[in-house]
C-alpha cells in the first residue's frame, strides 16, 4: 500500500459544485502539505499543517479550504469549483528534514 | 521573472547518452537544492539533496550547484529508458520546511532505445 494515498484520483464535475480531496498516510510525519500543479507553472503550494492544530495557507490558497482531521488525515475542500482549478492535485507529508513525500495526485476536471 | 526557471523539454536522447538537466534561480538566499523526478502519472520523489555550492554523486546522477552563477544542473550518465521522467528542481533558503520550497516547472526527459 502507497504510504500517501489520494481519493478520489481522477473526478470531474461542473462548476458550482463542492469538492473535497481526501488524503491519508502511514508514515507518521507531523506535516502535510497539499499542492497543485499546473502545465508551465510546476507545483505550488495551497495549504499545509504542521500539526492538527496548525493550518497555515500557501502561496495559491483562494477558493480553497483544508481540514486536518488528524495526524493522519489532511483533506482539501473547493467549496464552488470554478473551471480554473482544473488541475492534478497532490498531497504531500514530510518529517522535520523537509523531504516531501508525495501522493499520486487527484486529476481534477471541472467543466 | 520567475524565482526559478527551468527548460521545460521535452529532451529526448538515445539510451546510453549523458543528460544534463539545468535550473537557474535569482533568489541569492537559496543554499538547499533538490532535485524530484516523477513518473507519469505519480508524485514526485526525492532524487538527490544538496546543501550550498559543489557537486553530489550517487551511482549515475551527479547534482552539481554554482551559487555564484545561480545554476544548478543534474547530470545522468549512462541513461536509461527507466530514467524517462520529468525532472523538478526545487530550491529554498532554509532547511527542513516543505512550505518553504520554490520548484522549478520541470523537464520532460525520454530515453529512446
Known amino acids: 500500500d502507497a504510504d500517501v494515498t489520494q481519493t478520489p484520483r481522477n473526478r470531474i464535475t461542473k462548476t458550482g459544485k463542492r469538492i473535497m480531496l481526501e488524503c491519508s498516510q502511514t508514515?507518521?510525519?507531523?506535516?502535510m502539505y497539499w499542492y497543485r500543479q499546473d502545465p508551465g507553472l510546476g507545483l505550488q503550494l495551497i495549504y499545509y499543517?504542521?500539526?492538527?492544530?496548525?493550518?497555515n495557507k500557501g502561496e495559491i490558497s483562494d477558493g480553497y479550504s483544508v481540514s486536518r482531521q488528524a495526524q493522519a488525515k489532511f483533506s482539501l475542500s473547493l467549496e464552488s469549483a470554478i473551471p480554473n482549478q482544473t488541475a492534478l492535485y497532490f498531497c504531500?507529508?514530510?518529517?522535520?528534514?523537509?523531504?516531501?513525500?508525495f501522493g499520486e495526485g487527484s486529476r481534477l476536471t471541472v467543466l | 521573472q520567475k524565482e526559478v526557471e527551468q527548460d521545460p523539454g521535452p529532451l529526448s536522447v538515445p539510451e546510453g547518452a549523458i543528460v544534463s538537466l539545468n535550473c537557474t534561480y535569482s533568489n541569492s538566499a537559496f543554499q538547499y537544492f533538490m532535485w524530484y523526478r516523477q513518473y507519469s502519472r505519480k508524485g514526485p520523489e526525492l532524487l538527490m539533496y544538496?546543501?550550498?555550492?559543489g557537486n553530489k554523486e550517487d551511482g549515475r546522477f551527479t547534482a552539481q550547484v554554482d551559487k555564484s552563477s545561480k545554476y544548478i544542473s543534474l547530470f545522468i550518465r549512462d541513461s536509461q529508458p527507466s530514467d524517462s521522467a520529468t525532472y523538478l528542481c526545487?530550491?529554498?533558503?532554509?532547511?527542513?520546511?516543505?512550505?518553504?520550497?520554490?520548484f522549478g516547472t520541470g523537464t520532460q526527459l525520454k530515453v529512446e532505445l
Open positions: 526545487a530550491m529554498s533558503a532554509r532547511s527542513g520546511g516543505g512550505n518553504k520550497l520554490t
Open positions: 499543517s504542521f500539526d492538527v492544530k496548525d493550518i
Open positions: 544538496t546543501y550550498s555550492s
Open positions: 504531500a507529508t514530510s518529517d522535520f528534514s523537509g523531504e516531501l513525500f
Open positions: 508514515k507518521g510525519h507531523d506535516r
